[in-house]
């Protein structure tokens, strides 16, 4: 079977008519197969139309070689005999957006390879933002707006969109910004006087119908073995203007928290992060000195035994960081051993011992938390673990203990 493609000539069509030629049962449901369609499948980064045909919800669209698969749900089949004439009609709002967003991403690839050489070398049209990948990891703020503004420009010319059949071989005779690698005939979409591509997608008719194209994120991909790339995220028309209206509600908010003008928001933060840094800093330190008053009050409340001070403590799960303070603290005392569980699910444990001692911290965590299910390790001096029943963090001191003064 094949498909005629009713969209490679006309995407702004909305509904059609078309013959039944065959059904099948498939993994999602009934496969109809037409003699024509104006139903996108998937394809090319860009996701399936969505819609009805015979008044039956479109649940997907697949491309399978010559012919598409027209996807509906099982039970369906009395309305798709075959040679029957059905209606197709594609949900516009759908389609739009993704006329939009694809035109867009050939405006902003072409811009990004007339300023910088940057080429796209993959293209995604998710449900809310669209990707592309550019072959290169050095991308600043500078190129990336140079390109934004380029392709913004050629939206405001208004310029035409034109789709034109060549041979494979012509095709790439043309100045395509990239080679295709079909054989036969071959579509081409062509952005007057700035981009000719390659591309079986839909598009609109005039570059003024994408909309602002605006880039919302630029991250760096790494490749295994190979030089990365950098992946630019973006929005056209109704996405662009909804991503405004979002950005503005947060900045107002923000604005309105903050007591000033939204314009006045990122100093403002800026401001307090500083202020949030000095009380982390100023916090940290006070809690290094109240770690140190507490593992030498422990010290002293612990008994001596083998020459050296073993303490055993069981912290809140709140004071995990303290705790952890406490051990290295107690490790910095004369001939002292630290045994600290913090309780949690699971628990943490903190091993330490001072600079010397006979013990080994990390030998002495293995062994315990061996016996109660847990895991963790160290050095000789200090170890860390976890992975015990919080419950049971006593029981696992107190064999620690009993392990040291079998060494003792």
Known sequence: ?????????????????????????????????????????????????????????????????????????????????????????????????????????????????????????????????????????????????????????????????????????EANQMDLRKPTQRAGDVRLVAIENFDLSACGGTHVRRTGAIGLIAVRRVERQAQKGAAGQVRVEFVCGRRALEAARRDFQILSEAGRLLSNAPDQVPTLIAKQLEELRALARAREKLTERLAAYRARELCMEALEKSGRKIVRQVFPVEELVEAKMVAQAIASERAAIALIGVKGKPATLYFAQSSGGDADMGALLKQSVAKFGGKGGGTHEFAQGGGVPEDRLMELLNFAESLLQREG
């Not at 867009?104 to 995604?124: E, K």
């Open 1 to 169: 079977m094949k498909t005629e493609r009713l969209y490679y000539t006309d995407c702004y069509a909305r509904e059609f008519e078309a013959r039944v030629l065959g059904c099948a049962p498939g993994a999602r449901g009934l496969q109809v197969y037409l003699d024509r369609t104006a139903f996108y499948p998937e394809s090319g980064g860009q996701p399936s139309d969505r819609g009805a045909l015979a008044g039956v919800s479109l649940l997907d669209v697949v491309e399978e070689d010559d012919a598409i698969a027209h996807v509906v749900a099982s039970g369906a089949e009395a309305g798709f005999t075959v040679g029957a004439t059905v209606r197709g009609v594609i949900d516009w709002g759908r389609r739009f957006d993704h006329m939009q967003q694809h035109t867009g991403q050939h405006l902003l690839s072409a811009a990004f390879q007339h300023t910088g050489g940057y080429r796209t070398v993959s293209f995604h049209l998710g449900s809310e933002v669209s990707t592309i990948d550019l072959d290169s990891d050095r991308l600043g703020r500078r190129q990336t707006e140079a390109a934004e503004e380029l392709a913004n420009q050629i939206v405001f010319e208004d310029r035409e969109v034109r789709i034109l059949f060549r041979s494979a071989d």
